[in-house]
C-alpha cells in the first residue's frame, strides 16, 4: 500500500525565517495530496493541497511544489512567525476513500 | 459551520479492559474515520465508514472494533486494552465525494495503566 515519508521529522527556526518541508510517496495513482497543520492542544486542521496536474499552488505564505516523476512534494513556508509552530502533515490519496499520513514535521518559530 | 465532538477527551483504562470511543459529527457528511496518532508515527487508519452501516478496515484493525449506526455517529471499541498503550484517537469525517479534505476531532487520549 501507499507509503508516505515526511522529513525533516523537526526543525526549530528563527522568527521570519523560511522552511522546507518534504513530502515523498510510493503509490503512483495518488491523485490529491492535502496538508495539515495541528497547533499545540488543537485539532488538525487542512491548510493546502495540491492534485497531480499541477506543479504549484501558493495560499499566502505558503507554497506547494508537485513533482510527478519524482513522487515528491515540498512545503514552502515564508517569514516564518510564532503562530506557525505546530505539527505538520503531508498525506496522499488516490481519490479512494482514504487518505495516508506521513510521520509529521514539528516546526518550532522562535522569537 | 460544523463540527466533530469526541468524547470522552481523555480515557484512563486498565489492562484488558474493553473501551468505547465516540464520535459525533453535523456535517451531514457520509464518510467517516478512526485514527490513531502516536509521536513519531503520524496517523494511522484504524476503521473507516463511507455510509450508514458500513464499516472498513484500515491498516491498523487489529485489536478494533467499530459500529456506524447512524450517519452522525461513529464509534470504535478498543477490544483489550494493551498494558502501558498511550496514544491519541482522532476521528475524522468528509463528503462523499473523491479526494475532499477532512474535518478533525479534537481527539480522545488514551492511557492503560
Known amino acids: 500500500g501507499e507509503q508516505v515519508e515526511q522529513l525533516p521529522s523537526s526543525l526549530i527556526v528563527q522568527e521570519g525565517a523560511s522552511v522546507l518541508i518534504n513530502c515523498s510517496y510510493t503509490?503512483?495513482?495518488?491523485?490529491?495530496f492535502p496538508w495539515y497543520k495541528q497547533e499545540p492542544g488543537k485539532r488538525l486542521q487542512f491548510i493546502i493541497d495540491i492534485r497531480s496536474n499541477m506543479e504549484r499552488k501558493q495560499n499566502q505564505r505558503l507554497t506547494l511544489l508537485f513533482d510527478k516523476k519524482t513522487k515528491h512534494l515540498s512545503l514552502h513556508i515564508t517569514a516564518t512567525q510564532p503562530g506557525d509552530s505546530a505539527i505538520y502533515f503531508c498525506?496522499?490519496?488516490?481519490?479512494?476513500?482514504?487518505?495516508?499520513f506521513g510521520t509529521g514535521t514539528k516546526l518550532q518559530v522562535v522569537p | 459551520g460544523g463540527i466533530i465532538t469526541q468524547t470522552p477527551k481523555f480515557l484512563i483504562g486498565q489492562e484488558g479492559q474493553k473501551l468505547t470511543l465516540k464520535c459525533q459529527q453535523n456535517f451531514n457528511h457520509d464518510t467517516m474515520y478512526w485514527y490513531r496518532q502516536d509521536s513519531g508515527k503520524g496517523l494511522r487508519l484504524i476503521y473507516y465508514?463511507?455510509?450508514?452501516?458500513?464499516?472498513q478496515k484500515g491498516d491498523l484493525s487489529e485489536g478494533y472494533d467499530a459500529s456506524r449506526e447512524k450517519k452522525s455517529s461513529f464509534s470504535l471499541t478498543v477490544t483489550s486494552a494493551q498494558k502501558n498503550e498511550m496514544a491519541v484517537f482522532l476521528c475524522a469525517s468528509r463528503t462523499g465525494r473523491s479526494a475532499e479534505t477532512l474535518y478533525f476531532g479534537s481527539g480522545t487520549r488514551l492511557t492503560v495503566l
Open positions: 503509490d503512483s495513482a495518488s491523485v490529491y
Open positions: 465508514s463511507i455510509t450508514e452501516n458500513d464499516l
Open positions: 498525506s496522499a490519496t488516490n481519490s479512494g476513500t482514504y487518505q495516508r
